[in-house]
């Protein structure tokens, strides 16, 4: 076999394999909103609410990122602090994941969604943060149900609508934490 005829197989190959079109990727920024500077949407819940010491707050830097900051605090029983977003109601038709972009402290958080911002429990995925951004994907049928840190017999998350979502922090110590948070998204492909 000649030199051209190997490159020319190669050449047919390689087009073929890459000439495919790629797949349709839906996403929708739920986080930052079209005025970022409107912080009202964001709402700190923390163990103040039981008695607790625990302390957050949430604010936008120079970048237009949010910053989710705070104490926790063990006294009186306490033990952690939240961040709520309140997006309304969202549809989650075509929909399966959520992506952020983080950096963290290199603690532990909660990503927790809500399909309604009144219902009692809440779907949860746990991650570890770095030192550095981090551009993490969970899919929303891995989210499973918990009420006051205790997973629930029920079925994961499977609602067509999301209402909230939350960063928490409870690692059963008294600790300093900051999370920087610069986009999320829900992602989907179209049917």
């Known amino acids: 076999m000649t030199y051209s005829l190997i490159y020319y197989l190669f050449f047919i190959i390689m087009t073929s394999t890459h000439s495919k079109d790629p797949i349709d990727v839906i996403t929708q920024t739920i986080w930052p909103l079209p005025k ?7 709402n700190i819940v923390d163990d103040r609410v ?5 302390s957050g707050e949430f604010y936008l830097n120079a970048q237009g990122h949010g910053i989710f900051t705070g104490h926790v605090s063990l006294e009186n029983n306490g033990g952690f602090t939240s961040v709520r977003l309140d ?7 075509d929909k399966s ?10 603690k532990k958080y909660q990503l927790r969604i809500k399909s309604s911002s009144d ?12 030192s550095d951004w981090q551009n993490l994907e969970f899919n929303l049928s ?16 499977s609602d067509g609508t999301l209402e909230e979502i939350a960063f928490l922090i409870a690692n059963k110590k008294a600790e300093k934490f900051t999370l920087e948070i610069a986009e999320m998204q829900l ?3 179209p049917n």
Do not use: C
């Open 36 to 42: 970022p500077e409107d912080t009202r949407s964001w």
């Open 50 to 54: 039981m008695g607790g010491l625990s």
């Open 87 to 93: 997006t309304g109601p969202v549809s989650l038709a």
């Open 97 to 106: 994941k959520i992506r952020i972009s983080i950096k963290g402290d290199g």
């Open 119 to 130: 219902q009692p429990h809440a779907f949860i995925q746990i991650f570890q943060t770095l």
């Open 142 to 157: 891995d989210f499973y149900p918990t009420f006051r840190g205790r997973r629930l017999d029920i079925p994961n998350f």
């Open 187 to 189: 992602v989907g492909s």
